[in-house]
Every structure is written in C-alpha cells, then in structure tokens.
C-alpha cells in the first residue's frame, strides 16, 4: 500500500517554470519505479517521464524532453518534476502515479495514483 499527494501546480505564463513534488507513504519507496502523467480536459491520460526506483534511469515523452526533468530522492520519500520552458499546451492535471516493477509508460501498469495537481500555462 503507497499513499502519493502531488503538489506544486498552479497559474503561470508561456516560459515560466514550476517544480511539481509527490510525496510518498506506506510501503518501502525506494522499492518502487515513479511515473508523472498528465490530462487536460476531454483528452486522454498522456505520459510524461518516469524514474527507475535506483533513480539512475530516466525516460520521457517526446513532447517534454530537454524542458523537463524528473528525480527522486528515497532518504525524503519524494519524486519531483522540474518543469521549464512551459507551454500552453502544458496545461493539465498532472497525476503522480507507483510502480512496484520497472519503470514504464503505460498508464495501466502503475499501481499507484495520487489525486492531482492542475497546472496552467497563459500565453
């Protein structure tokens, strides 16, 4: 059993940055692999990075690298997403989410979600 409670999001314009954190409870973190997905209203749920549970392998959406980074540290039971160079398409919920196997990108194979947090980008 893994608790997730994402925050950071809020209201900024097209080149601002945000760091998003998801804290985590219950069982060891360290033990799990960590996604960040997100969905803006009447679309599907979109991928957006994962980290392996050593935190030495990353991966991410196409529409997100080079601008956003995503770590973790297991000492403090949080998983960060750096957000850089923000865009209006950026604009969504974005949703912690804990695997107990290897990082994936598939949002069906997480065990795991947190409630959300809403970020919006202005131009």
């Known amino acids: 059993q893994v608790q997730l409670v994402e925050s950071g999001g809020g209201l900024v314009q097209a080149g601002d940055s945000l760091r998003l954190s998801c804290a985590a409870s219950?069982?060891?973190?360290?033990?799990?692999?960590m996604g960040w997905f997100r969905q803006a209203p009447g679309q599907e749920r979109e991928f957006v990075a994962a980290?392996?549970?050593?935190?030495?392998?990353?991966y991410y959406a196409d529409s997100v690298k080079g601008r956003f980074t995503i770590s973790r540290d297991n000492a403090k039971n949080t998983v960060y997403l750096q957000m850089n160079s923000l865009k209006p398409e950026d604009t969504a919920v974005y949703y912690c989410?804990?695997?107990?196997?290897?990082?994936?990108?598939?949002?069906?194979?997480?065990?795991?979600w947190g409630q959300g947090t809403q970020v919006t980008v202005s131009s």
């Open positions: 989410a804990a695997r107990r196997l290897p990082l994936s990108s598939v949002s069906n194979e997480y065990d795991y």
């Open positions: 219950g069982r060891t973190f360290s033990s799990y692999s």
């Open positions: 980290i392996s549970w050593s935190g030495t392998m990353t």
